[in-house]
Each structure stands twice: as structure tokens, then as C-alpha cells.
């Protein structure tokens, strides 16, 4: 058997802490990495239909070569099979298998099923082992990594989870070969998010080397997810359950799910499009209360246009959208402290930081300019 290179990356949490292995063609060696980590040889694969067609005959062909015994449940794809009714009818299937707590979950996909998966196995049996198997660019370089799970409802995005650490994140960068160009576009707003953060070098080397990664480049490929993997594992290390510096990963966030529930959470708008463009709005209000120069915030909207990801709202159908309408989803995020939003602002590209001091007004007139130029 030909060896997989790969590289592997610590989750420092003490005895919670976990490996991030990355690598091309994990998959069809994915007992190498799993076997060691189960408590015993029995796991349950959940997957979505558009992913396994592709990738869950590999990944159950090697467990079960391993003498690992394998279910499998399969949803269907889709932000909304985040949701009560897609928790409840997967608790019951999983449940259905006689399943003991040391059996092992496999979350086998995007961030949809890798969120609900992690609540899942966080709920059943009041919890149950799991291993995150990401094969989205946006999964495997944010959502996979840091043990924050959940499902939507229909006053907003995640807000109804836990924090549950996986035991394993097996990061195969082969799987991004069968993404569709929007969903792999919409997975690379969450890599430049740590370029934006606190690395202008990374966000550097991302304007000359996104479309090679884009189009296909492996090793650019690989370098981006280790590194987006590197500074994620840092954070979570930190600050697990976000009182602090994690939230600075919600950079756009605060914006983008608002958009997000404004549309519904359909395909109108993927989640990396509308932290896109939930970016783009951060910036153009850090730049109007002088705290970011305009150049910076013009150098993230062409980063955002060069790569074809949305940087303004002209492709959303906002005839009917108000900046009050807007501001009271973003009320509804979890991130309200005491009343008061929670903004990630910069002060440059790299420069980024946590406020809760934002007037609303500020924010209304940042909304209404949108919302009547469709665009910043």
C-alpha cells in the first residue's frame, strides 16, 4: 500500500485534546488513524447523499478491513437538515442500532453534518465518542475543528448546541476534488478569515496563490488548510468556549448569518458567501468610524471580486429588506452580551478585534447605504 503523506497538527486541550491528521486521499487509509482512537470497534458513519455516493464505500471499506464493525445512516444534504426534526429522526436511527456509549460517530462531510453530528453524539447517551471526516473546504479548515456544534432554528444559525470536542479530525484534501467551484469558493471566505484576523503574511500569500488553490493546486491546497488548522488550534487551545479571543473567528459572522436568516438559510446564499460579504460590511464599518484605512478595506473587496466571492449584495434579492429587519436577527445572535452586539472590526487587514461598543445608528446607516446602493 502506497503511503499517504500527511501532516498532523495537536488540539492542545489536556486529556480532551485531539490530532488533526491532513493529507491527500486520507480516506481509503482512514483505519490507520481511527482504529487507535475508538474505545471499541464499532462506529456509525453519518453521512449526506450528495457525499456518499462518493466516499462512504472508502471509508467503511477500510474500517471494516480493520475488523471494525460499521452502520452507516445517510441525510439528507443541505442547511436545513441542521434542525429539530433532522436531531430528532438521527437520534432515534442511531439509537435504532442498539448503540452502546463507546461507540463511535462518524461525521462524514460538510459542516452541516459535522455540526449536527457533534451535537448528536454530545446528546445520545448523554455522549458518545466522535470523529469529525470533513470533505468541504469550509468544514475542514473551520467548522470540523474546535468542538463547537449545533443545529439552526428559526430564530437563528446555531443557536441551539453545545461545545463537544471530537476525538479525531481526519482531513482528507482529495475530497475537495468533488466540491462544485461555488461550495469550494464558499469554503475559502473561512481560510482568508485567518489572513484578515491576525496574519497579514498569510493573507499576503493568499492574493498571489488563491486561484492556483482554487483551480486545483494540491500543495497550495494543503498549506492552506494546515495553516488555517494551525491558527484555529491555537485559538480553540486558548479559548475553548469563546469568552475571549475565539471570538474573533466570527469575523463577517455577526453580518453574514443576518443575511443568512434573511434569506432563509436556502442555497440563495451559502454560509462562506455570506461571510464574504459580512467581512466586506466589518471593514467598511471599521474604516467609517476611523478605525481601518479605506485602502485595506478596498484591498479585502477586490480580494473577495478577484476570486468571484460576493463583496456586496447585488446578487441577493433585498427589495424587500430593511436595516431594522437586519439589526434584529443580529439580536438574536448568540454573542449579545447584556443587549450589546458583538462586532469583530479591524484596524487593518491582520488588525482584528472584539467590540461591544458599536452604536446601533452606526450600524443602521452601514445597513441602509447597503441595502440602497447594493453595495458598500
Same mark, same amino acid.
Given at each position: ?22 493529507g ?53 444534504? &443541505? ?23 463507546? =461507540? ?5 462531510? &460538510?459542516?452541516?453534518i ?18 469529525q ?10 467548522s ?5 456544534t ?82 484555529k ?5 486558548e ?23 434573511? =434569506? ?13 460579504i ?31 466571492l ?26 449579545v ?15 482584528s478585534?472584539?467590540?461591544? /461598543? ?10 441602509? /447605504? ?7
Amino acid at each position: 500500500m502506497t503511503k499517504v503523506k500527511t501532516e498532523t497538527l495537536r488540539v492542545e486541550l489536556g486529556e480532551r485534546g485531539y490530532d488533526i491528521v491532513v493529507g491527500a486521499n486520507l480516506i481509503d487509509t482512514a483505519a490507520t488513524w481511527i482504529a487507535p482512537v475508538l474505545a471499541r470497534p464499532r462506529v456509525v458513519v453519518i453521512t449526506d447523499e450528495n457525499v456518499a455516493p462518493h466516499y462512504l464505500a472508502p471509508l467503511t471499506d477500510s474500517l471494516e478491513g480493520a475488523g471494525i464493525q460499521c452502520d452507516a445512516i445517510t441525510l439528507p444534504a &443541505g442547511e436545513q437538515t441542521k434542525s429539530f426534526s433532522q436531531f430528532q429522526a438521527l437520534c432515534e436511527s442511531i439509537l435504532e442500532k442498539r448503540v452502546e456509549r463507546s =461507540t463511535t460517530l462518524i461525521a462524514l462531510g &460538510g459542516g452541516v453534518i459535522g455540526d449536527l453530528v457533534g451535537y448528536t453524539a454530545a446528546s445520545v447517551l448523554r455522549g458518545m465518542p466522535f470523529i469529525q471526516v470533513p470533505t468541504t473546504l469550509l468544514s475542514q479548515v473551520d467548522s470540523s475543528v474546535g468542538g463547537k456544534t449545533g443545529i439552526n432554528t428559526i430564530h437563528g444559525k446555531n443557536l441551539v448546541g453545545a461545545f463537544y470536542q471530537p476525538k479525531l479530525v481526519l482531513a482528507d484534501t482529495a475530497a475537495l476534488n468533488t466540491l462544485d467551484k461555488r461550495q469550494l469558493l464558499a469554503g475559502y471566505s473561512e481560510v482568508v478569515k485567518y489572513g484578515l484576523i491576525d496574519d497579514l503574511e498569510f493573507f499576503e500569500w493568499l492574493e498571489v496563490n488563491a486561484q492556483d488553490l482554487i483551480d486545483g493546486n494540491m500543495d497550495k491546497r494543503r498549506h492552506a488548510v494546515l495553516t488555517s488548522c494551525a491558527a484555529k488550534a491555537r485559538v480553540v487551545a486558548e479559548d475553548e468556549r469563546e469568552g475571549g479571543r475565539r471570538a474573533l473567528l466570527n469575523l463577517g459572522h455577526t453580518f453574514g448569518h443576518a443575511l443568512e436568516a434573511e =434569506t432563509g438559510y436556502g442555497d440563495t446564499l451559502l454560509h462562506g458567501e455570506a461571510v464574504s460579504i459580512g467581512t466586506a460590511m466589518a471593514f467598511d464599518i471599521s474604516t467609517r468610524l476611523g478605525l481601518c484605512p479605506g485602502q485595506d478595506t478596498n484591498r479585502v473587496a477586490a480580494h473577495f471580486s478577484t476570486i468571484n466571492l460576493p463583496s456586496d449584495l447585488a446578487p441577493l434579492p433585498t427589495e424587500n429588506w430593511t436595516a431594522d429587519k437586519l439589526l434584529d436577527h443580529m439580536s438574536r445572535d448568540k454573542k449579545v452580551e447584556d443587549g450589546k452586539l458583538t462586532f469583530i472590526l479591524a484596524r487593518g487587514i491582520g488588525q482584528s478585534f472584539i467590540t461591544r /461598543d458599536i452604536n446601533k445608528d452606526d450600524v443602521r446607516s452601514l445597513l441602509d /447605504d447597503w441595502l440602497h446602493h447594493k453595495s458598500g
